[in-house]
């Protein structure tokens, strides 16, 4: 419970379903009674918080604002509702699970701008077919069976690149 009260310290809401810094820049949260279809986030949020949009299987679709830099730690994690993902150019950090088992998710395109992902990040994307970056779709699906399920990631190669900065 401290934790809560420290965490949404000073926050304040932009609209009545989403939680923000007092600033408007952090996107705390996007409360669970929120059953729309469509979010499109305000412009100036430049950081996501873990968990922000998590299980939301109603949401389809997400308008990123040009002013984000950070989506955290599995932020978009269950979304199965998300089928497509265009992130802003200037975005630089994805931390691992973002989009997690977003089961109907088939694309996504990252901006030569991203810095870092991490891994699983596309853990359980099973309609997943392809990442592109710098020029380079990342086709290979690799599932495998993990704690007694089946998931699917993309290959090591994808992650290593990304993160080696080339």
């Not at 949260?29 to 918080?49: C, H, N, W």
């Not at 497509?84 to 901006?111: H, K, M, R």
């Amino acid at each position: 419970m401290e934790v809560q009260a420290f965490v949404f310290s000073g926050a304040t809401p932009f609209d009545e379903d989403v939680v923000f810094a007092a600033d408007n820049t952090i996107l705390f949260l996007y409360k669970p009674e929120s059953q729309t279809f469509k979010y499109a986030i305000p412009d100036g949020v430049v950081r996501i918080m873990p968990d922000a949009f998590r299980g939301h299987e109603e949401l389809t679709n997400i308008i990123f604002p040009d002013s984000l830099k950070h989506i955290g730690e599995d932020v978009f994690r269950g979304c199965k509702g998300l089928v497509s993902v265009l992130l802003p150019n200037g975005i630089e950090q994805i931390d691992c699970g973002a989009f997690e088992n977003c089961a109907n998710l088939t694309s996504i395109t990252i901006p030569n701008s991203v810095k870092y992902i991490g891994h699983d990040t596309f853990e359980g994307c099973y309609a997943l077919r392809g990442v592109a970056f710098k020029g380079k779709t990342y086709e290979t699906i690799i599932c495998q069976s993990r704690f007694g399920h089946e998931t699917c990631d993309l290959p090591p190669e994808f992650y290593d690149t990304v993160n080696a900065g080339n």
